[in-house]
């Protein structure tokens, strides 16, 4: 699964993981998170969430989400 703890999107804001979790229509597992700044809260795929982002020529791309803070 994923590591609990701050992360900052490829954008630029400051979420925090709050755990993972389980889809009840397709049963693969989901990220429960918050936005830092606003205090809302969102639920993306695990799969999307671990992604990269293709950014200008960078090959591999850089993470939509990285660890900043356990």
């Known amino acids: 699964m994923i590591k609990p703890g701050k992360y900052r999107h490829y954008k630029g804001g400051t979420y925090v993981v709050l755990f993972t979790a389980q889809d009840s229509e397709t049963n693969k597992p989901v990220v ?5 700044t606003h205090g809302t809260y969102y639920v993306r795929s695990l799969k999307e969430f671990t992604s990269n982002v293709m950014q200008d020529s960078e090959d591999g791309g850089i993470p939509r989400f990285k660890l900043i803070d356990k």
Not at 32 to 36: A, D, I, K, P, R
């Open 32 to 36: 429960v998170y918050m936005n830092e």
